[in-house]
């Protein structure tokens, strides 16, 4: 249903009869509405945390490295809906983007006081290493509030490239109905890039 109703955004927009066909057959179907809905953003009534997880909006509510959110084209892959995503580390096969070959991507929320709370993002690898090692890494961490250390929750490596997006759960339940910061942190070694591209994201129940 999410899928269907985000392309159906994404081809006719949202105020579409389109999408709004979709919706309806899906609700036929008895299958219940999930993040995205026809109209507005993400639908708060399934206990979206997370803002500006597509990226449209552009920074806003992200700390980033510089250049990590950014417009598809000019070489980049497409984003995986909109014209926005984010890319930790990839510099198109050159050399890392930063000095440290180290990204960060996070943002501070609360999450739902629920049974179960899950991270949802889609990611896509392009990697020029071999794909016979573990070089280069993406970490999914959390930490409560602001301060602290953060627990490594998820990490991803070069070896899962294969140009394609992919949907990624973490469980976040640990930290239900906590105030906490979530990181993505993109690394890569001194030879051949990967680019982790992100897009998509949400942190919903259930």
């Known amino acids: 249903r999410d899928a ?36 507005g953003s993400l639908t708060r009534a399934k206990g979206n945390a997370l803002r500006n997880g597509d990226f449209e909006a552009g920074k806003t509510h992200w700390a980033a490295s510089r250049g990590v959110i950014v417009r598809e ?13 984010a890319i930790l580390n990839w510099s198109g096969g050159k050399r890392p983007t930063t ?53 490594t929750v998820s990490t991803l490596d070069n070896r899962r490239w294969d140009d394609s997006y992919h949907r990624l759960t973490v469980n976040l ?9 979530l990181r993505f942190v993109g690394s890569e070694n001194a030879t051949r890039t990967t680019g982790f591209f992100i897009d998509g994201a949400s942190v919903t129940t259930g």
């Open 4 to 39: 269907t109703i985000r392309a159906a955004r994404d081809l006719y927009g949202a105020k579409s009869a389109a999408c709004a066909t979709v919706a309806k057959t899906w609700t036929g179907l008895a299958v219940k509405p999930g993040v995205w809905a026809c109209k």
């Open 73 to 85: 084209g000019s070489g980049f892959p497409l984003a995986w809906s909109g014209k926005r995503l």
């Open 99 to 151: 000095s440290r070959g180290v990204d960060t991507l996070s943002q501070t929320l609360t999450l739902p006081r629920a049974r179960k709370v899950t991270l949802v993002y889609h990611l896509l690898v392009d990697s020029a290493e071999s794909d016979k090692a573990a070089r280069d890494t993406l970490k999914v961490q959390v930490r409560r509030g602001q301060r602290g250390a953060f627990t």
């Open 173 to 181: 339940s640990k930290w239900r109905g906590t105030r906490v910061t």
